[in-house]
């Protein structure tokens, strides 16, 4: 694949963030794809996000699978490391690397298609289990490499490009994280960057299966009248639960928000995640309200957008395997081979 590099001259007076990195040294190759896509929204977030959680970019392990939500790791993040897996395995291999090595931040980056055809079991298996991740869904309904083909999250009765009626039921990804145990499930809107940055800031800082469906336009293919995915539609129909902003337990962060009630969900890192309540008086901290709320606003032809549910203390993946802190890739044969009066205890234990 082909990609255009930016330029790595860097002006002396850029900001520079808690780790000492400005927003450029964020960024990645320039985009490929559609002009207007979604995706690169999102894109643009995640660097945002990043920067403003001065998480260093070595830090970071980002996977993706096949689609074209799984190109976009290219346009952000040049430095971390990478990996490209193949049609909807992303969770398999991601699950292995954050095993090897759990001091890694890690970010799987999916598409509809990828995730809730092909690659639905890998989805529904690696947020059960717990993995300590970032799980970005750039939902738009469609599968736009093959040209517009409704995906398996195209809402029942949508119209594509060429007139024809999805008859199917959609899978809502959201609502299937919080079945299957994620712990930090949120929706956002790929043009709603006042939402979707706290929302990715508070997903890294979370340690557990955190899952962020995310819709994303294809200018393309689904971003016509009578599609349930396009700007307009989102627009129009968005039920935003929520306004958030990060704390982080250094310096005071302030900000201007309108007048409304207010509450704060202190996290396991020792930040906080503040929550402004809009009309709809909803509590992240509900799993049946949650799932409730969720098929509510979509029997009502709303989309709801922002923090849907957070579990706090619940257990992660190392957690439940009882894990040593050290990664495993450390470990030396000396750690990994404990000698054969331990492998004949084990022997005994078994006959």
């Known amino acids: 694949m082909t990609y255009i590099a930016k330029p790595k001259l860097h002006h002396p007076s850029l900001k520079r963030n808690a780790a000492g990195f400005t927003r450029r040294d964020y960024e990645g190759a320039v985009s490929t794809l559609c002009a207007g896509c979604g995706h690169d929204s999102i894109s643009a977030a995640i660097v945002q996000a990043c920067y403003e959680a001065a998480i260093e970019p070595y830090r970071l392990a980002k996977l993706s699978g096949i689609g074209c939500s799984s190109k976009t790791p290219t346009y952000f993040l040049s430095a971390s490391h990478g990996f490209n897996t193949v049609h909807g395995r992303m969770p398999s291999v991601l699950t292995g690397a954050q095993l090897a ?22 989805f529904a298996h690696v947020i059960r289990r717990g993995v300590n991740m970032v799980y970005i869904v ?9 040209k517009g083909q409704f995906s398996a999250t195209a809402d029942k009765g949508s119209v594509a490009k060429k007139g024809a009626v999805n008859s199917d039921s959609g899978i809502d990804l959201a609502m299937m994280a919080i079945l299957m ?17 706290p929302l990715i800031k508070a997903a890294l800082r979370h340690p557990g299966a955190a899952v962020l469906d995310v819709i994303s336009p294809c ?31 250094g310096a005071p962060i302030t ?26 008086d909803h509590d992240p901290s509900d799993k049946s309200a949650a799932l409730a709320r969720l098929q509510a606003q979509d029997d009502s032809g709303e989309i709801a957008t922002g923090l849907l549910y957070l579990a706090a203390g619940e257990r992660n993946l190392h957690q439940n395997l009882n894990t040593v802190e050290t990664p495993l890739n450390r470990l030396d044969e000396a750690d990994l081979c404990p000698g ?9 234990s078994l006959r």
């Not at 759990?102 to 970010?107: G, I, K, Q, T």
């Not at 145990?181 to 940055?197: H, I, N, T, W």
């Open 101 to 122: 090595n759990r001091e890694l931040v890690y970010m799987g980056v999916s598409g509809d298609g990828d995730s809730a055809s092909i690659g639905l079991g890998q």
């Open 138 to 146: 750039m939902n738009n309904g469609v599968y736009g490499l093959t």
């Open 181 to 197: 145990g994620a712990s930090f499930v949120a929706r956002s809107f790929s043009g709603d960057k006042a939402q979707l940055v």
């Open 219 to 249: 200018v393309a293919f689904n971003n016509h009248r009578g599609s349930t995915r396009s700007y307009d539609y989102v627009r129009h129909h968005n039920a935003a639960l929520n306004r958030l902003d990060v704390i982080t337990g």
């Open 255 to 280: 900000a201007d928000y309108a007048p409304g009630s207010m509450v704060e969900i202190a996290l396991p890192d020792g930040s906080a995640l503040r929550l402004r309540k809009n009309a709809a």
């Open 340 to 348: 054969s009066a331990a492998l004949a205890a084990i022997n005994d």
